[in-house]
């Protein structure tokens, strides 16, 4: 998944009368204020002595952040306000090109301060980012509210055809007036502040929703004392058990948790079905009840993005979220859902048939319920086709699935990655990878973070450090990028072995890793991953498409102990079961983006309790979902939806997207995985080009044609048919 932290305020003015640092520096350094650092020894003030701007996180105190965003605040404020007071007519460069070059110093904090909170945050930093994001939040609706700004915009948007911009020019000018508009700019002075109190509320509910979907997910475990229990459990899951189990002063005994490299092994191999029950009770029951009780939040979250919606002139949320994107409206997500949706619920039930079936071989005496799904569809996998992921995972060492995606990259895209062990890193897990081109040009940093702990939330991301763009001087400002993990740790002597799945979510964000990575687009607002939400996927997607390709496996798939390559015997079981357990797979995925398009369309009345378990059944009984499935994820553990609005009423983009990525792969697959002039056309037309034009025109010039549907449905199995299908309308329109 691609996390933004920017997305979490869309809008912005300067609230509290709080006085910065900045103002008085003679107090702060003469001790008059303990509490703040002084500001000539902040690090975010002045630029980062790194060669490639990396952040000096060791030099970067709690005390550093609130003295630098309300300094940040207060430059922007002066820039921006310069921008509005111009007596000069309006230009791109004196507009648009100038609000994207403005705050540059809170844009440094904000992003240290965002990607530290979900990495490797402390109470103090979470204090730090509850006091923060309402001032940023409420800064940002202060600029996007602004008339005067709002009128050089609009100047520039009814002369755009006229002008003689560039594509990327009026794209930019386009983007710029709707986000105006998205954000109140149209809005009278009392539904602008109605729209702050809003977008302050939503700040902080998206604050408290994350805080407790944290706490409660460390605050689950299931100890096990009794090692009878234990039976079915690969050798690596049950010593990573007793690790954690001795981390918390439980010598002897096992300790598992929710976090996926304790939690999934549990559910696919123990043997034990209450213990798998219990997983799955306590991951499916995730925040709904207790201390950290999602639901009330959720009730706040719907009702208050309702209402927004409703000030802004939609008729509910999920049409405004889906305003802004290739899709256009939540009818052409479902249209596409629910294309998928069908074949994926037939595929469901044989799967659930050959499930049953097996167990009745086995004298099991018992119908299958959602906690044996993941143990019996394994069972069946190697009745099927004599595959033990136990075994394959002894090929997928972490390094070696790391030296994968370097070589993947080399192949296509000509760079090369150099560790760079003394640069500068938030956690002594993580490591730096100076990123050059095959002349030994510097084209980024790369920053990976693989290993859970208590203090990362759940999940697998992409962000940025610092962004990419071209200076007025022609040179390029190239960016730092990491991805962050929760992959299987090293236990004893044995290196981390990742699963199949852990592989793909590897290959997958180093896709978006390389669309940060490789961006040539000029403007800041349009470089990497700034483009559409339902846009951003592809790039991600696609890879994941090389990390079972023969010709690469061979290259990095080698066995942790002898250094076997991996046996063309196994490859061609792997290829053989690459379709395995796809109704499931993929019921789950789309269950969970129309359970969140529903939440956008819900409207709730005035004073409405809104039941979350009852709105959750009416969805899955509405779909007819099988009792066997649940949806990916339950909504008080849906961060995705309710932790912040960057993918609200926009989980469908991972499916959307892959109508793409599996259409786009089916050329690489004609003329060859690593041929060079397919590789050459989409980092041209996709990863360079970032969001400087349209997104399905940047697809068609790679690609040919619009993708087809049916090409998603070919790669999961689910259908054999050949006769062509297109996204539904209006997409990219």
Sequence with gaps: MKHHFLLLAAAVCMSSGMQTNAEEPHKCCGGQ?????????????????????IPPFESIKISDYMPAINLGIKKQKAEIEAIATNQEAPTFENTILAMEESGQLLDRVMRVLMSLNE???????????????????????????????????????????????????????????????????????????????????????????NKNLLNATNAFEIVVDNENQLAGLPSSSVAQAADDARSRGLDGKWVFTLHAPSRLPLLQYADNRDLRRKMYEGYTNLAFDGEYNN???????????????????????????????????????????????????????????????????????????????????????????????????????????????????????????????????????????????????HVAVFMTDYFPRASKRQGAWMEELK????????????????????????????????????????????????????????????????????????PSQIHEHWALEPELLRQYARHYRTGEVIPDSLVRKLQAASTHN???????????????????????????????????????????????????????????????????????????????????????AEKGIFDPATAKAFKENVLEMGGSRDPMELYVTFRGHEPSVDALLRNRGLIDDKKPGHLPEPAGK
């Excluded at 204020?33 to 490639?52: L, R």
């Excluded at 004893?492 to 290959?507: K, Q, S």
């Excluded at 964000?509 to 470089?527: I, N, V, W």
Aim: charged letters at 25%.
């Design 33 to 53: 204020n303990p509490n703040h650092t002084c500001m000539k020894d902040n690090p975010f003030v002045k630029p980062y002595s790194d060669p490639f701007e």
């Design 295 to 441: 639901q009330p939040v959720i009730n706040e979250i719907v009702k208050t993005r309702a209402a927004k919606a409703r000030l802004l002139g939609f008729k509910d949320y999920a049409s405004y979220m889906t305003d802004n994107v290739m899709a256009k409206t939540p009818e052409a997500a479902e249209n596409l859902l629910m294309q998928i949706w069908t074949p994926a619920v037939k595929r469901v039930h044989e799967e659930v048939a050959e499930m049953q079936a097996l167990a009745d071989r086995e004298g099991a005496g018992i119908t299958i319920e959602p906690w044996d799904y993941y143990y019996y569809a394994e069972k069946v996998r190697r009745d099927k086709y004599a595959l033990d992921e136990d075994e394959v995972r002894a090929y997928f060492p972490l390094e070696n699935v790391r030296e994968g995606i370097f070589a993947m990259a080399k192949t296509l895209y000509g760079i090369n990655f150099k560790e760079l062990p003394d640069a500068p890193k938030y956690h002594p897990e993580v490591k730096v990878y100076d990123v050059t081109d095959n002349d030994g040009n």
């Design 119 to 209: 990495t490797n945050s402390s109470p103090e930093l979470e204090a730090v980012t509850e006091e923060a994001m309402p001032l940023y939040s409420l800064h940002q609706d202060g600029i996007m509210m602004d008339a005067r700004l709002f009128d050089r915009v609009k100047a520039l948007y009814d002369n755009r055809d006229k002008a003689g911009y560039d594509v990327a020019q009026r794209r930019a000018i386009e983007q710029s007036y709707k986000d105006f508009t998205r954000n109140g700019a149209l809005l009278n002075a009392a539904d602008q502040e109605t729209l702050k109190q809003i977008n302050a509320k939503l700040t902080d509910l998206y604050l408290k929703f």
């Design 582 to 668: 796809q109704g499931f797979a993929t019921t789950e995925l789309a269950g969970a983006a129309l359970l969140d398009l529903q939440w956008g369309k819900y409207n709730p009345a005035e004073g409405e309790d809104i039941d979350v378990q009852a709105f959750e059944r009416n969805v899955a009984s509405s779909l007819g979902m099988p009792s066997q499935v649940q949806f990916r994820y339950r909504s008080p553990y849906f961060k995705h939806i309710f932790g912040s609005d960057g993918y609200a009423s926009g989980y469908y983009t991972y499916l959307w997207a892959e109508v793409l990525d599996t259409d786009g792969f089916e050329l690489f």
């Design 467 to 538: 962004g990419s763009w071209t200076n007025e001087d022609g040179t390029s400002s190239r960016p730092v990028v990491y991805n962050v993990g929760n992959f299987s740790r090293p236990t004893g002597d044995t290196p981390a072995l990742l699963t199949l799945d852990e592989v793909e979510t590897m290959f997958h964000e180093f896709g978006h890793g390389l669309h940060g990575m490789l961006s040539r687009a000029k403007y800041r607002s349009q470089s990497g991953t700034n483009v559409d939400r339902d846009f951003v996927e592809l």
